[in-house]
T-cell receptor, first 114, second 112 residues
Framework: ETGVTQTPRHLVMGMTNKKSLKCEQHLGHNAMYWYKQSAKKPLELMFV???????ENNSVPSRFSPECPNSSHLFLHLHTLQPEDSALYLC?????????????FGNGTRLTVT | DAKTTQPPSMDCAEGRAANLPCNHS???????VYWYRQIHSQGPQYIIH???NNETNEMASLIITEDRKSSTLILPHATLRDTAVYYCIVSPGGTSYDKVIFGPGTSLSVIP
């Protein structure tokens, strides 16, 4: 149990579908993150939220849309994805976003786009 | 931003100490060294971090050289469950994880 829960664990979707990934943290942290991990590639930071405000968007395509309704929940809305978007999507949280507190990761959603 | 260099893979016999090296020659004075590991099909797990002094917790020990240009993560008695990819990262001081770069890490195989 990491304190960060992601659902679903696995998702298969067509390129015309709309789906959402959910993340919930039970650690009282103030910062939350979405990372993408493609096969044979290092983790890539997608979005950062601090106190429910988005503070970073690393040139992520608009077909990925994050939402942070409160400090405990984070969503990643997906629409018209491409097969190259197939990857493991990881949510993480930290006490603050200074980089001086450890990241706590969920176990990810394995996404396959067909 | 500081980056790290790690060997791509290592083997360790079960029950022996696993010593995983990391080079971070461009590290700045206020940057921390963090270690995470990722077991297959799971998210990365925080192990330990340090600034200057050596650190120890229930999982591992972290040895940082005096010039802070390299560090070693030590798993004192490796078990099969320690087989994972280990990431060494440097956290830029005073700024956010936006600037943190995860490399490919070291794939540690613990052999029976």
């Amino acid at each position: 149990e990491t304190g960060v829960t992601q659902t679903p664990r696995h998702l298969v979707m067509g390129m015309t579908n709309k789906k959402s990934l959910k993340c919930e943290q039970h650690l009282g942290h103030n910062a939350m993150y979405w990372y993408k991990q493609s096969a044979k590639k290092p983790l890539e930071l997608m979005f950062v939220y601090s106190l429910e405000e988005r503070v970073e968007n690393n040139s992520v395509p608009s077909r990925f849309s994050p939402e942070c309704p409160n400090s405990s929940h984070l969503f990643l809305h997906l629409h018209t994805l491409q097969p190259e978007d197939s990857a493991l999507y990881l949510c993480a949280s930290s006490q603050d976003r200074t980089g001086h507190s450890p990241l706590h990761f969920g176990n990810g959603t394995r996404l396959t786009v067909t | 931003d500081a980056k790290t260099t790690q060997p791509p893979s290592m083997d360790c016999a079960e029950g022996r100490a696993a010593n995983l090296p990391c080079n971070h020659s461009t590290i700045s004075g206020n940057e921390y060294v963090y270690w995470y590991r990722q077991i297959h099909s799971q998210g990365p797990q925080y192990i330990i971090h340090g600034l200057k002094n050596n650190e120890t917790n229930e999982m591992a020990s972290l040895i940082i050289t005096e010039d802070r240009k390299s560090s070693t993560l030590i798993l004192p008695h490796a078990t099969l469950r320690d087989t994972a990819v280990y990431y060494c990262i440097v956290s830029p001081g005073g700024t956010s994880y936006d600037k943190v770069i995860f490399g490919p890490g070291t794939s540690l195989s613990v052999i029976p």
